[in-house]
Structures are given as structure tokens and as C-alpha cells.
């Protein structure tokens, strides 16, 4: 009996630390804020910011940010403080400039010798479209098209231009989902 008691008073500070350590636990669950998807956030938003980025030139830019701003579901503002959403718009071009650099050992010599290139190595280009919460810098949303490949720069821009119309397209379809038919 007197054992019983010893381990009864020995277990019993222990179960009660271990219930009141989950008392907290409980009360942060019920005052945390509670989860919102990204799309439902992303289809709340109201005005967006649009960014700019990566090497490419201006055509992905700017036939997205028109399409945005004929769509109306955005309000596009100019500082992304004010903005529900910041919309980057990151391109490639291709044929980017790459650079080089090689160590050997000189036959002659003995002694480690650099050498330096540079050229131009193929890379696909690439036209990617990321909505990000401007609160928590969170992505919401994003989607990536490859122009297709041509020779004649009027064909690379339609190429261009044709991507960054299936990009907006695609995020014009996320939010208000084509009828069915």
C-alpha cells in the first residue's frame, strides 16, 4: 500500500504538469487565425502590383500587365504597400551570355593557368507568371510557358507574345473558371 501512495505522489505532479502544458496549446489554437488556401486568398485579393524581373525583354511584361488591366478582377496599384497581391512577371531570353572560366596545369611550366570564355550557351526561354501575398510573401499562384523557338525575331516576339497570353489566360481561368458548355 505504501508503495502505491509513493508512486501515486510521484506520478501524480507529473500528470498534472502534463494536462496543464496542453491547456495553452488549446487556448492558441482557438485565437489563431484561421488557414485561408492560396487560391481563396488569391481570389480575395483586390489590387495587385506588378514586377517585373529576369533578362527578357519588355513583350511578356507588357501584353500581360494590358490583359490584367482590361480584366478588372485587379486594381493594379504603383506601390506594392498598397497591394493585396504582387504579380511578378519574370522572363528569359534565349542565348544568353554565359561565361567561363577554366584552371589546367601548364605542361611547360607546371603552374595552375586560367583561362577565361565567354559565348553564348542555348537556354529555352522562359516566361513565368507568380502571384505572391504581399503580406506574408507567400506564392499563391504560378504557372511557366516556353515561347516556342524560331529564327526570325518577328517570330520569336509572337512566339512571346503568344506565351504571355497563355499565362494570363491561365490566371484569368483560376479565378473565374470557364462555363461549361
Do not use: C
Not at 533578362?55 to 478588372?72: A, K
Not at 544568353?96 to 577554366?102: F, G, N, R
Request: aromatic share 8%; no cysteine; glycine share 4%.
Amino acid at each position: 500500500m505504501k508503495r502505491s501512495w509513493f508512486f501515486l505522489l510521484i506520478l501524480l505532479p507529473a500528470v498534472v504538469q502534463a494536462v496543464a502544458a496542453q491547456q495553452p496549446k488549446t487556448e492558441e489554437k482557438k485565437n489563431a487565425a484561421p488557414q485561408i488556401s492560396p487560391l481563396v486568398r488569391l481570389a480575395a485579393a483586390k489590387t495587385a502590383f506588378l514586377k517585373r524581373a529576369g533578362s527578357g525583354g519588355n513583350i511578356p511584361y507588357d501584353v500581360i500587365s494590358e490583359i490584367l488591366e482590361n480584366w478588372g478582377h485587379f486594381t493594379l496599384v504603383n506601390d506594392p504597400e498598397k497591394a493585396d497581391v504582387i504579380i511578378e512577371i519574370f522572363s528569359t531570353q534565349d542565348n544568353d551570355i554565359a561565361a567561363a572560366t577554366t584552371v589546367r596545369t601548364s605542361p611547360q611550366t607546371g603552374r595552375s593557368e586560367r583561362s577565361a570564355s565567354v559565348g553564348k550557351q542555348y537556354a529555352a526561354p522562359e516566361i513565368r507568371l507568380t502571384v505572391y501575398d504581399t503580406k506574408t510573401n507567400f506564392p499563391l499562384w504560378r504557372a511557366i510557358e516556353h515561347p516556342k523557338y524560331a529564327l526570325k525575331k518577328k517570330d520569336i516576339e509572337n512566339h512571346e507574345v503568344e506565351a504571355a497570353q497563355r499565362l494570363a489566360t491561365r490566371l484569368h481561368d483560376q479565378l473565374e473558371p470557364p462555363e461549361k458548355q
